[in-house]
Protein backbone atom coordinates (compact mmCIF):
# COMPACT_ATOMS: atom_id res chain seq x y z
CA UNK A 1 0.00 0.00 0.00
CA UNK A 2 1.10 3.64 -0.95
CA UNK A 3 2.04 5.72 1.91
CA UNK A 4 -0.08 8.42 3.10
CA UNK A 5 0.25 11.84 2.72
CA UNK A 6 -1.60 14.92 4.60
CA UNK A 7 -2.60 17.47 2.29
CA UNK A 8 -1.82 21.14 3.19
CA UNK A 9 -4.74 22.67 1.79
CA UNK A 10 -7.60 20.59 3.43
CA UNK A 11 -5.83 18.85 6.03
CA UNK A 12 -6.99 15.54 5.42
CA UNK A 13 -4.54 12.33 4.87
CA UNK A 14 -4.96 10.48 1.63
CA UNK A 15 -2.72 8.00 -0.06
CA UNK A 16 -0.40 8.73 -2.15
CA UNK A 17 -1.98 8.09 -5.31
CA UNK A 18 -4.55 11.27 -4.44
CA UNK A 19 -1.67 13.90 -5.06
CA UNK A 20 -0.16 15.04 -8.38
CA UNK A 21 2.96 13.94 -9.00
CA UNK A 22 5.58 16.75 -10.84
CA UNK A 23 8.36 15.30 -12.94
CA UNK A 24 10.43 18.32 -13.26
CA UNK A 25 10.61 18.67 -9.61
CA UNK A 26 10.54 15.27 -8.74
CA UNK A 27 8.16 15.01 -5.83
CA UNK A 28 4.38 15.13 -5.09
CA UNK A 29 2.02 18.35 -4.77
CA UNK A 30 1.27 19.23 -1.27
CA UNK A 31 -1.94 19.73 -1.93
CA UNK A 32 -4.15 16.21 -3.11
CA UNK A 33 -5.87 16.99 -6.67
CA UNK A 34 -9.37 17.63 -5.58
CA UNK A 35 -8.36 20.61 -3.37
CA UNK A 36 -5.76 21.66 -6.99
CA UNK A 37 -9.04 21.35 -9.05
CA UNK A 38 -11.26 23.16 -6.38
CA UNK A 39 -8.54 25.51 -6.44
CA UNK A 40 -8.34 26.00 -10.25
CA UNK A 41 -11.79 25.94 -11.14
CA UNK A 42 -12.36 28.96 -8.96
CA UNK A 43 -9.25 30.82 -9.88
CA UNK A 44 -10.25 30.43 -13.73
CA UNK A 45 -14.00 31.28 -12.76
CA UNK A 46 -13.35 34.46 -11.12
CA UNK A 47 -10.65 35.69 -14.00
CA UNK A 48 -12.09 34.89 -16.85
CA UNK A 49 -11.60 38.66 -17.89
CA UNK A 50 -8.02 38.42 -16.84
CA UNK A 51 -7.79 35.23 -19.18
CA UNK A 52 -7.92 35.69 -22.85
CA UNK A 53 -11.00 34.89 -23.87
CA UNK A 54 -10.13 35.81 -27.98
CA UNK A 55 -7.70 33.05 -28.08
CA UNK A 56 -9.78 30.29 -27.12
CA UNK A 57 -12.70 31.24 -29.91
CA UNK A 58 -9.68 31.44 -32.23
CA UNK A 59 -8.43 27.67 -31.56
CA UNK A 60 -12.55 26.99 -31.83
CA UNK A 61 -12.34 28.58 -35.54
CA UNK A 62 -9.06 27.09 -36.19
CA UNK A 63 -10.29 23.37 -35.18
CA UNK A 64 -13.41 23.87 -36.64
CA UNK A 65 -11.69 24.84 -40.47
CA UNK A 66 -9.46 22.10 -39.77
CA UNK A 67 -12.19 19.50 -39.55
CA UNK A 68 -14.33 20.52 -42.17
CA UNK A 69 -11.07 20.49 -44.31
CA UNK A 70 -10.04 17.17 -43.06
CA UNK A 71 -7.41 17.21 -41.38
CA UNK A 72 -6.48 16.34 -37.90
CA UNK A 73 -8.93 18.11 -35.02
CA UNK A 74 -6.20 18.22 -32.69
CA UNK A 75 -3.16 19.35 -34.49
CA UNK A 76 -4.43 20.21 -38.43
CA UNK A 77 -2.58 17.42 -39.93
CA UNK A 78 -3.54 15.28 -42.63
CA UNK A 79 -6.03 12.61 -40.27
CA UNK A 80 -6.49 8.69 -40.53
CA UNK A 81 -9.30 8.03 -42.72
CA UNK A 82 -11.67 6.53 -40.41
CA UNK A 83 -10.62 9.15 -37.44
CA UNK A 84 -10.67 12.91 -36.39
CA UNK A 85 -7.43 12.50 -35.58
CA UNK A 86 -3.43 11.93 -37.31
CA UNK A 87 -1.68 8.94 -36.26
CA UNK A 88 -0.10 10.57 -33.22
CA UNK A 89 -3.15 12.21 -31.90
CA UNK A 90 -5.62 8.09 -32.55
CA UNK A 91 -2.66 6.47 -30.56
CA UNK A 92 -2.80 9.50 -27.63
CA UNK A 93 -6.65 8.85 -27.47
CA UNK A 94 -6.56 4.93 -26.84
CA UNK A 95 -3.47 5.80 -24.27
CA UNK A 96 -6.11 8.25 -22.72
CA UNK A 97 -8.90 5.50 -22.48
CA UNK A 98 -6.61 2.55 -21.54
CA UNK A 99 -3.98 3.97 -19.32
CA UNK A 100 -5.52 7.52 -18.13
CA UNK A 101 -2.65 9.58 -20.10
CA UNK A 102 -1.27 9.74 -22.92
CA UNK A 103 2.88 11.01 -22.77
CA UNK A 104 3.58 11.65 -26.29
CA UNK A 105 6.95 9.29 -25.54
CA UNK A 106 4.71 6.32 -24.47
CA UNK A 107 2.93 7.22 -27.70
CA UNK A 108 5.40 6.70 -30.17
CA UNK A 109 6.96 3.57 -28.58
CA UNK A 110 2.97 2.50 -29.42
CA UNK A 111 3.01 3.72 -32.54
CA UNK A 112 6.52 1.65 -33.10
CA UNK A 113 4.88 -1.59 -31.81
CA UNK A 114 1.79 -1.01 -34.05
CA UNK A 115 4.81 -0.68 -37.04
CA UNK A 116 6.60 -3.59 -35.71
CA UNK A 117 3.91 -6.60 -35.25
CA UNK A 118 2.87 -6.41 -38.91
CA UNK A 119 -0.15 -4.31 -38.71
CA UNK A 120 -2.17 -7.45 -37.86
CA UNK A 121 -4.40 -8.83 -34.90
CA UNK A 122 -2.55 -11.22 -33.18
CA UNK A 123 -5.86 -13.27 -32.48
CA UNK A 124 -7.59 -13.27 -35.74
CA UNK A 125 -4.49 -12.10 -37.98
CA UNK A 126 -6.58 -9.60 -40.08
CA UNK A 127 -5.13 -6.30 -40.70
CA UNK A 128 -5.02 -3.38 -38.49
CA UNK A 129 -6.09 -0.15 -39.47
CA UNK A 130 -5.73 2.52 -37.11
CA UNK A 131 -8.43 5.10 -36.40
CA UNK A 132 -10.52 1.80 -37.34
CA UNK A 133 -10.52 -1.61 -35.92
CA UNK A 134 -7.89 -1.08 -33.62
CA UNK A 135 -7.63 -1.58 -29.92
CA UNK A 136 -5.34 -1.38 -26.89
CA UNK A 137 -5.48 -4.48 -24.82
CA UNK A 138 -4.27 -5.23 -21.94
CA UNK A 139 -2.47 -8.43 -22.00
CA UNK A 140 -2.81 -8.83 -18.69
CA UNK A 141 -6.47 -7.39 -17.82
CA UNK A 142 -6.61 -4.47 -15.55
CA UNK A 143 -9.49 -5.95 -13.52
CA UNK A 144 -7.21 -9.11 -12.08
CA UNK A 145 -3.49 -6.57 -12.30
CA UNK A 146 -3.71 -3.55 -11.47
CA UNK A 147 -0.77 -2.82 -10.91
CA UNK A 148 0.02 -3.18 -14.66
CA UNK A 149 -2.41 -1.03 -15.54
CA UNK A 150 0.28 1.96 -16.91
CA UNK A 151 2.66 -0.75 -18.22
CA UNK A 152 3.51 0.05 -22.00
CA UNK A 153 4.73 -3.54 -21.52
CA UNK A 154 1.34 -4.91 -21.04
CA UNK A 155 -0.69 -3.76 -24.08
CA UNK A 156 -0.78 -4.75 -27.89
CA UNK A 157 -2.67 -3.56 -30.49
CA UNK A 158 -5.49 -6.08 -31.21
CA UNK A 159 -8.73 -5.70 -33.62
CA UNK A 160 -11.87 -4.35 -31.58
CA UNK A 161 -13.89 -7.90 -32.11
CA UNK A 162 -11.00 -9.72 -30.43
CA UNK A 163 -10.41 -7.62 -27.62
CA UNK A 164 -14.42 -8.09 -26.88
CA UNK A 165 -14.15 -11.59 -27.03
CA UNK A 166 -10.73 -11.40 -24.85
CA UNK A 167 -12.86 -9.78 -21.83
CA UNK A 168 -10.77 -10.12 -18.31
CA UNK A 169 -9.05 -13.17 -19.89
CA UNK A 170 -5.01 -13.07 -19.79
CA UNK A 171 -3.71 -13.90 -23.53
CA UNK A 172 -2.88 -17.25 -22.68
CA UNK A 173 -6.48 -18.18 -21.19
CA UNK A 174 -8.12 -16.68 -24.22
CA UNK A 175 -5.92 -18.64 -26.75
CA UNK A 176 -6.18 -21.82 -24.96
CA UNK A 177 -10.07 -21.41 -24.79
CA UNK A 178 -10.46 -20.77 -28.36
CA UNK A 179 -8.07 -23.39 -29.73
CA UNK A 180 -10.03 -25.59 -28.18
CA UNK A 181 -13.11 -24.63 -29.81
CA UNK A 182 -11.59 -24.22 -33.03
CA UNK A 183 -9.83 -27.99 -33.20
CA UNK A 184 -13.20 -29.19 -32.54
Known amino acids: MEPERICTKCKKQKSREDFYFSKTE??????????????????????????????????RKAKEKWVSSGRCYTCGKSKLKNSRYC?????????????GHSRIADAKILLAKFKTNGQKCPYTGEPLILGGNTHLDHILPRSRFPDLINS????????????RAKGTMTKDEFLSKYKIVYTR
Open 87 to 99: ELHYIRSAMRYAF
Open 152 to 163: IDNVEWVSGVAN
Open 26 to 59: QRHSSWCKICFLAYHKNYYSKNKEKLNPGRLQNI
